[in-house]
């Protein structure tokens, strides 16, 4: 799924009120940490991860890491903050979060 860059900033203007839900710690990706990425995703295909650490390298490593992993589409990476967009996998679940048609 491609998203045009007025959707990735719809997506950014809805994270912004977002609290993180996955918090990676020095022990870096790990699989729990994928696994606990896929369920939130999951649950509320628009999420906030984050990072310990103050390598700007790694981060930006573990969130192309993340994307590639999950397939989700990544959305914004400031500072410590990674947020991250899949729409539901399921047909009879709604969508949870609505982006524009443009």
Do not use: W
Request: aromatic fraction near 2%; charge should be positive; charged fraction near 25%.
């Amino acid at each position: 799924m491609k998203l045009s860059t007025k959707q990735i900033a719809h997506l950014r203007g809805l994270a912004h009120s977002l609290n993180p839900v996955v918090m990676i710690g020095n022990n870096g990706l790990t699989e729990n940490v994928i696994k606990e990425i896929e369920l939130n995703l999951n649950s509320h295909e628009l999420i906030k991860v984050q990072v310990a650490g103050d390598d700007r390298v790694a981060r930006k490593a573990i969130f192309d890491e993340i994307c590639s992993k999950t397939s989700a589409i990544a959305v914004h990476h400031i500072g410590k903050q990674l947020v991250f967009y899949r729409p539901s996998s399921t047909i009879k679940e709604s969508a949870k979060v609505l982006i524009p048609k443009i």
